[in-house]
């Protein structure tokens, strides 16, 4: 397993130290368990992208029963 130095400020010291002895973990399994939760807050959940095209009977974009119009009434929507 790799090793990381951190480099942080008194408070923030504290801080690690108050949460690690709450939840009963050392400071460095504390801040592995922060930064892979955030790793897997950052990208898409796994198997997201075999969903696409799962779906038969989703509309095609060229579907002429989807109604054009009502894109504009979306001001965040781009063509």
């Known amino acids: 397993m790799a090793q990381l130095s951190l480099y942080v400020n008194d408070a923030t010291l504290e801080g690690l130290r ?14 592995g368990g922060i930064l892979r939760e955030r790793q897997l807050m950052s ?5 997201y992208f075999d969903l696409y095209g799962s779906l038969p009977d989703f509309p095609a974009e060229d579907d002429e029963s ?8 979306c001001d ?3 063509a």
């Open 18 to 31: 108050s949460e690690a002895t709450r939840e009963h973990v050392s400071i460095s399994k504390l801040v």
């Open 43 to 47: 990208g898409w959940p796994s198997g």
């Open 66 to 73: 989807l109604d054009a119009s009502l894109d504009e009434a």
């Open 76 to 78: 965040w929507f781009e």
